[in-house]
């Protein structure tokens, strides 16, 4: 098994599995699922620093790596790269971990992205992001889900 130095950026926001019904006709799982896994992955994360709705504006980047295959571990991680009065950045990177196929326990990165979530009111329009008693907005991109602290990356 080769071991990969490089670990994930940001905190795990979402962890599944790949299943053939996630497949292209060449047999690998589909790019769209992937960027479907990644934009809930990042919504929790905005959700989270928004305190409320947010929507998907953009992906801002998206680039595929390496391709994903059936029986993979499919892990989400993620980190906020900028804070405006309204949005959020969130860069992304999925990365597998082989459970059913060669070489089993590799893991590594196979999609890198930055997607733009806007938080929003009832109402549906743009509002605010909410600055006063929230930790999770903090200059460094205070916490991350669930309170775990980002890592350098």
């Not at 959020?88 to 890198?112: F, Q």
């Not at 938080?119 to 200059?139: F, I, Y």
Request: charged share 20%.
């Amino acid at each position: 098994m080769a071991i990969n130095p490089r670990q994930p950026a940001g905190v795990l926001l979402l962890r599944t599995l790949a299943m053939p019904a996630d497949t292209n006709p060449s047999g690998d799982i589909f790019g769209g699922w992937i960027m479907a896994q990644m934009d809930m992955g990042g919504a929790i994360l905005a959700k989270e620093m928004a305190r409320g709705r947010v929507v998907t504006v953009a992906v801002d980047a998206m680039t595929f790596l390496k391709p994903v295959s059936v029986g993979d571990v499919v892990c989400c991680y993620g980190q906020c790269v900028h804070i405006g009065n309204t949005s959020l950045k969130v860069k992304l990177e999925v990365w597998v971990k082989k459970v059913a196929n060669e070489p089993i326990g590799e893991r590594y990165c196979v999609t890198e992205g930055v997607i733009t979530y806007v938080a929003v009111g009832k109402d549906g329009r743009p509002r605010t992001l909410p600055r006063e008693n929230n930790p999770a907005l903090s200059e460094n991109g205070g916490a991350g889900c669930c309170g775990a602290p980002f890592e350098d990356g």
